[in-house]
């Protein structure tokens, strides 16, 4: 059974940094597609960054582009979202996600498996 498990959020200011994590475990994922979505009070999930395991191709959202990063360790089944250059509008909870499938993807349709998120909050 895959578990995802995103640690790192917290309180930070505007023009502030964080690293977010997201432990997988529970199969081999090199055949898996991984993003990182968000959820702020009142909206709907969105996506925000996407990954494939085995070569890092990765995808964006515009709003976070520039700004953000997203990693994998495969030795470690490891995904992060760097985030640099914070703004109040990227509070939220953020989820970590896989698909059963290599190939990018931005719709929360397409994730199989979720984390249980981990609260970002942008103070200005």
């Known amino acids: 059974q895959v578990q995802l498990v995103e640690s790192g959020g917290g309180l930070v200011q505007a023009g502030g940094s964080l690293r977010l994590s997201c432990a997988a475990s529970?199969?081999?994922?090199?055949?898996?597609?991984m993003g990182w979505f968000r959820q702020a009070p009142g909206k709907e999930r969105e996506f925000v960054a996407a990954?494939?395991?085995?070569?890092?191709?990765?995808q964006y959202a515009d709003s976070v582009k520039g700004r953000f990063t997203i990693s994998r360790d495969n030795a470690k089944n490891m995904v992060y979202l760097q985030m640099n250059s914070l703004k109040p509008e990227d509070t939220a909870v953020y989820y970590c996600?896989?698909?059963?499938?290599?190939?990018?993807?931005?719709?929360?349709?397409?994730?199989?498996?979720w984390g249980q998120g981990t609260q970002v909050t942008v103070s200005s």
């Open positions: 996600a896989a698909r059963r499938n290599f190939a990018l993807a931005r719709s929360l349709y397409d994730y199989d498996y």
């Open positions: 529970g199969r081999t994922f090199s055949s898996y597609g």
């Open positions: 990954i494939t395991w085995s070569i890092g191709s990765t």
